[in-house]
């Protein structure tokens, strides 16, 4: 608990430990640093989770896209083949041949 208590309460964007402003009696002197690579995970983390929805998204999207050409080569194939099957259909006499 004290380490999230300590940490919550050192902020600092200090480049190194030494020249950390926020370092007392009641601060780890490497926290700062510490604090200021969690954020930048934290920030690559997030940039990368950005990227991937953003790459997911248009994933789907191209998808959808792509089936939605099939569907409508689908309905037009069918169609054209219904009329053809009604047409022979009619044309259709029952076998004669002993």
Not at 11 to 39: F, I, R, T, W
Not at 59 to 75: H, M, P, R
């Amino acid at each position: 608990m004290d380490m999230k208590f300590n940490r919550a309460k050192a902020s600092c964007s200090a480049p190194s430990a030494q020249e950390c402003s926020c370092a007392g009696p009641d601060v780890d002197p490497m926290l700062c640093s510490s604090e200021k690579a969690a954020e930048e995970k934290d920030k690559a983390w997030a940039k990368c989770a950005e990227d991937l929805r953003q790459h997911d998204q248009e994933l789907a999207t191209e998808w959808k896209e792509q089936i939605d050409n099939l569907l409508v080569f689908a309905g037009i194939f069918s169609a054209v083949l219904t009329a053809f099957n009604v047409e022979l259909y009619t044309q259709l006499n029952p076998d004669t041949t002993p």
